[in-house]
């Protein structure tokens, strides 16, 4: 009986806690409304030269609109946001770093 119970003990204490689940915020800005991408003012160039200045989550939605999806892992240090390129029948993504919420690294096709 004593060994069950210390063995008990022993399982629950060297379990570690559950991660905390990444979920972004609220977004407060307009989503579906009209953009610079949506409304045709930017070229695949005005795209890169945008995201390679590694800007915020908040100006890239206010610049792209909101993503088409979202993937997260609670596993990693990023989540990506795509949006779908409807001439390449292919999404473009965006991988933001969850604790800044800047631009860590994009794939953007023409």
Known sequence: ????????????????PPPDPFIPPPTKLPTDGPNSLSEGLLTEYD?????????????VI???GAP???????EQPYYIMYYYHSGLQDYN?????????????YEWDE
């Open 93 to 105: 993504s965006i991988e933001l770093n969850t604790q800044s919420r800047k631009v860590t690294g």
């Open 62 to 64: 206010e610049m792209l």
């Open 47 to 59: 795209i890169w030269e945008f995201l390679k200045e590694n800007p915020s989550e908040t100006k």
């Open 68 to 74: 088409d999806s979202v993937w997260a892992s609670d």
């Open 1 to 16: 009986m004593k060994r069950t119970i210390f063995i008990l003990i022993l399982l629950w204490a060297c379990a570690p």
